[in-house]
């Protein structure tokens, strides 16, 4: 089965600090991978995808990702964050076609310091 | 543009009292749709989800069931709430193929 772990509960950063958030998945094939953002009081959003192609995707908000297949990782990165991107991440992987194959990691809460 | 409504956003519950969470969605025909639960810590659950009306698969066995009366309408229910059932549920929705889950904005369930 599937899994999916990222590295920080919980990250906390001052504004202008560089972030990356770490996510490693567990499975032998051909993977869909995305992050999901949910704001404080808002819904889960889909941040950035990588289904194939570039291993490097930029996202919303300046967001990228990297897909490195050989340490199975899709690490989230943001040169500098700002105090509007306190929010839990989430990382996901779905080996199929289909809705139902998401699987979720536990999420990083990160919280910037004005 | 397609929007998701789930309601209510909050609900404090006796245990032994039955559920019924709602979600709708609007802007888009025979969408697959999802119910997870959200557990502080360990991510989502995925509970059920439906291709369609009246199709139904679950993922965990457990004191909730869910149902798909219409097109776009997907309810949450249990006839009795444990305590166990306290959490976050959230209510998604996609397209076959999009690979691309929205969400709604989630309930909050508390079983005193």
């Known amino acids: 089965a599937q899994s999916v772990s990222q590295h920080n509960h919980h990250v906390i950063l001052s504004e202008a600090a560089s972030l990356e958030l770490g996510c490693n998945y567990s499975?032998?094939?051909?993977?869909?991978l995305f992050w999901y953002v949910q704001y404080p009081g808002q819904h889960l959003q889909l941040l950035l995808k990588?289904?194939?192609?570039?291993?490097l995707v930029k996202g919303i908000k300046g967001f990228e990702a990297e897909f490195i297949k050989s340490k199975f990782s899709f690490n989230l990165r943001k040169p500098s964050v700002q105090w509007s991107d306190t929010a839990e991440y989430f990382c996901?992987?779905?080996?199929?076609?289909?809705?139902?194959?998401?699987?979720f990691g536990p999420g990083t809460r990160l919280s910037v310091l004005p | 543009s397609q929007t998701i409504h789930q309601w209510p956003a909050t609900l404090v519950q006796p245990v032994g009292s039955p559920l019924s969470l709602e979600c709708t969605v609007e802007?888009?025909?025979?969408?697959?749709l999802y119910w997870y639960r959200q557990a502080a810590g360990r991510g989502l659950q995925l509970l059920f989800y439906s291709v369609g009306i009246g199709q139904i698969s679950s993922e965990v066995p457990q004191n909730l069931s869910a149902s798909r009366p219409q097109d776009r309408q997907f309810i949450l229910s249990s006839k009795k709430l444990l305590l166990s059932d306290s959490g976050f549920y959230l209510c998604?929705?996609?397209?076959?193929?999009?690979?691309?889950?929205?969400f709604g904005n989630g309930t909050r369930l508390t079983v005193t």
């Open positions: 499975y032998g094939g051909t993977v869909n």
């Open positions: 998604a929705w996609d397209r076959d193929r999009s690979l691309a889950l929205h």
């Open positions: 996901a992987v779905n080996a199929g076609n289909y809705g139902q194959n998401f699987v």
């Open positions: 802007g888009t025909s025979n969408p697959n």
């Open positions: 990588y289904f194939s192609g570039d291993p």
